[in-house]
């Protein structure tokens, strides 16, 4: 079994940045991609931003030129920095890993909030 926690979320003026780090309980080398996802009260879980296990990244377009995600093998932790953050940016934000061993395995962590106010 994978866990994953996530941290830095909080509560930030619009304007201003945050930085989430999302902790593996295992290598990461071998993921086939790292994601974070967010969900924001009534609304579906989105993608915000996930980077493959080459490095290839990819973003919501609401979140491009402002959020950039990466990935530390060695430490086995994923971070996303935010800036310029507005308050539609306002969710739950979660970390997944997607694994393959065969099958595909995706995993989820608890989820951080992130609340930007106007």
């Known amino acids: 079994q994978v866990q994953l926690v996530e941290s830095g979320g909080g509560l930030v003026q619009a304007g201003g940045s945050l930085r989430l780090s999302c902790a593996v309980s295992?290598?990461?080398?071998?993921?086939?991609?790292m994601g974070w996802y967010r969900q924001a009260p009534g609304k579906q879980r989105e993608l915000v931003a996930v980077i493959s296990s080459g490095g290839t990244t990819n973003y919501a377009d609401s979140v491009k030129g402002r959020f950039t995600i990466s990935r530390d093998n060695a430490k086995n932790t994923v971070n996303l920095q935010m800036n310029s953050l507005k308050p539609e940016d306002t969710a739950v934000y979660y970390c997944k890993a997607v694994a393959v061993v065969g099958l595909i395995y995706n995993y989820w962590g608890q989820g951080t909030q992130v609340t930007v106010s106007s």
């Open positions: 295992r290598s990461i080398g071998n993921m086939l991609s």
